[in-house]
């Protein structure tokens, strides 16, 4: 959960009245969100330097941090926070956010050039006109950019906010994508001017800030860059605005654009940053549109700030809630969460009005959730469940803890490595085919650390005996836990399944020992040697043993593991100099036994 700290005293100025920590603790809670922390900056600063904690002095302002669900992103700043919380206590309606159209009745333009898809293809833009500041509005403006990038934005991956003094600036406006040393201008707070190119240079030597989204558009041949009409660098996104048209206190009219690599994302991100901050306009919650005309020639105006229609059954509502709420009651107790409500159907549906500010509301289970919220978890009754059941540990766990206890007391370690992997480790550097057909991959993996879900616990296992080179001999570690395999038959198409793995590394490879591992293993389980129990084969077709020095194991027919000597180029990727063979084995067959 995101946490958002705002000032004490701001605060209690904008819900319009004092609250004891204890009675703001308590409307917290009965909104859905906590009271985290209070604290001053000093402290702030002070635990950020790792010091001792610094007593509170009688002229600190008390900052109040405050945890808030991820995807109330208009809970993210003091001016959403303290609207919600009046429009929740009733001493405020909701605002209706408004499009009006400019006073010379010329909407400014933005136009995307095709080459932008090549990086970063979608711009959204809006204009706030007359717009008071102070260095709290500010601050809250500036922090509200950062808490977005952090969290919807995916650390600018998906979306970047650029503001501008719109006085300083001139459009119509062009969304371009141009060679890095093409692109020239004066960065924020800076004084010298620089190429693209040498820009991110000098950011990813400098800056320990923006150095972390350098890599996002550094490989490209490519940058985005938006231009004015005097060809005038508003901004090169996702990394820095430009000097020339940076906000300040006496910025009367703010152009803010969106840059996206998903068109949803900025959309949402645009709603709120106007949303939040329109209060400070001169004609308050109202925005100016700007037309974008994207690459293909297609023209779409921004920000949408119509209310979306969700119908929702009381049937529904009531059955989850678990109280019988009459329709105009439910209404009204949406209209506290800033949802305006229409009864409908004879008092048997509601019609919701979800506004701009509320892109969390996806789902009738969210705007039931929010009636729940507003009667007060506290109201609600306690019943007996209608199901009598008894909580127990499922078989399955109940065996594996038997298992580590045998493996622990066979003088193996128990470690812990990730089920999500690279597909290298997975396959490649333990000499194993890549079986797409069995292995769940990621979608859209972030890092190649975490590419795919593991299919064995050897690599994990390999793993930690090579970044633990210090360890002295043996080294005999163990792993009970699940990998993932897919499988069309379940209804995820893909299921888990309970390994158990061990590794014992020494001056020499130890095949004896992790033998007799499985060996006590199938003693301790009532499974015989041969016939009616387990048989060990010899394998030669798994490339992560040693050629003859490898072995499967089955089980009434079916294989259920196997364990070698690990292989000498096995050994060297994964950087470990000594012998060492593996076990690996399925528990689920044996459970039943």
């Keep these: 959960m995101p946490t958002v ?21 308590e409307l917290c809670f009965e909104f859905g969100i906590e009271l985290d922390e209070v604290t001053t900056e000093g402290q702030m600063v002070a635990k950020m330097a790792g010091q001792a904690d610094v007593d509170i002095k009688d002229d600190d302002e008390l900052i109040y941090k405050i945890d808030i669900p991820a995807n109330r992103y208009d ?33 400014l333009q933005m136009v995307v050039k095709p080459e932008t898809l090549l990086i970063r293809p979608f711009v959204v833009c809006a204009v706030l006109r007359g717009v008071t500041l102070d260095k709290a509005r500010y601050d809250s403006f500036i922090d509200l950019q950062d808490k977005l990038h952090q969290n919807i934005c995916r650390k600018r991956s998906l979306v970047a906010i650029g503001t501008h003094d719109l006085s300083t600036i001139q459009g119509p406006f062009s969304y371009e994508a141009l060679p890095p040393e093409d692109i020239k201008f004066v960065p924020l707070k800076q004084t010298q001017e620089f190429n693209a190119k040498d820009l991110l240079d000098h950011y990813k030597a400098n800056d320990l800030k923006l150095k972390a989204f350098v890599p996002l558009i550094q490989s490209s041949p490519v940058y985005p860059v938006i231009y004015d009409a005097n060809r005038t660098v508003l ?5 820095i605005n430009g000097s020339h048209s940076a906000i300040s206190l006496d910025t009367k009219d703010v152009f803010i654009e969106c840059t996206a690599t998903d068109l949803n994302k900025a959309r949402i991100v645009l709603n709120t940053m106007v949303t939040m901050f329109s209060c400070y306009c ?7 549109p700007v037309d974008v005309t994207d690459s293909t020639g297609a023209k779409e105006t921004y920000p949408d700030l119509t209310q979306r229609k969700v119908e929702v059954d009381m049937s529904y509502i009531n059955a989850r809630v678990g109280v019988h709420f009459e329709a105009e009651q439910a209404a009204k107790l949406l209209t506290k969460m800033c949802l305006d409500t229409a009864v409908t159907d004879g008092g048997n549906k509601l019609c919701v009005s979800v506004p701009p500010t509320r ?38 766990n109940c065996f594996s803890d038997l298992i580590r206890n045998e493996m622990a007391m066979a003088g193996f370690t128990e470690v812990l490595t990730w089920i999500l992997g690279s597909k290298s480790d997975n396959f490649e550097l333990v000499n194993r085919p890549a079986d797409v057909d069995k292995a769940a991959l990621i979608g859209n993996a972030k890092t190649v650390d975490f590419e795919c879900v593991r299919t064995s616990l050897v690599p994990g296992l390999l793993k930690t005996l090579g970044s633990n080179k210090e360890a002295p001999l043996p080294v005999k570690i163990f792993e009970v836990s699940d990998v993932v395999e897919l499988d069309a038959a379940k209804d995820v198409g893909a299921k888990n399944i309970r390994r158990a793995a061990a590794l014992f590394c020494g001056a020499t490879s130890g095949f004896e020992v992790v033998h007799g591992l499985l060996d006590r293993l199938m003693e301790v389980m009532g499974v015989p040697e041969g016939e009616g129990g387990y048989t060990v084969v010899p394998d030669a077709a798994d490339g992560c043993y040693f050629p003859g020095r490898a072995a499967s194991v089955y089980f009434r027919g079916a294989k259920v593991g196997g364990y070698g000597v690990v292989h000498p180029e096995v050994l060297g990727r994964f950087g470990s100099l000594s012998p060492a063979s593996v076990m690996e084995l399925d528990l689920e067959p044996f459970l039943a036994l």
């Design 5 to 25: 700290g705002v000032n004490r005293d701001l605060l209690m100025k904008a819900l319009g009245r004092e609250y004891t920590e204890e009675e703001f603790d």
């Design 75 to 107: 809970l993210l700043c003091l001016e959403g926070l303290s609207m919600s919380l009046n429009v929740f206590r009733q001493v405020q309606s909701y605002p209706n956010f408004r499009v009006v159209e400019p006073k010379n009745g010329q909407r």
């Design 235 to 239: 901004s090169l996104p996702p990394i």
């Design 282 to 288: 001169n004609e308050p919650f109202t925005v100016e």
């Design 359 to 396: 892109s969390d509301v996806l789902h009738p289970c969210d705007i039931m959730e929010d009636v729940a919220i507003a009667y007060g978890f506290n109201n609600l009754p306690m019943t007996v469940p209608k199901t009598v059941t008894v909580g127990k540990q499922l078989p399955v």
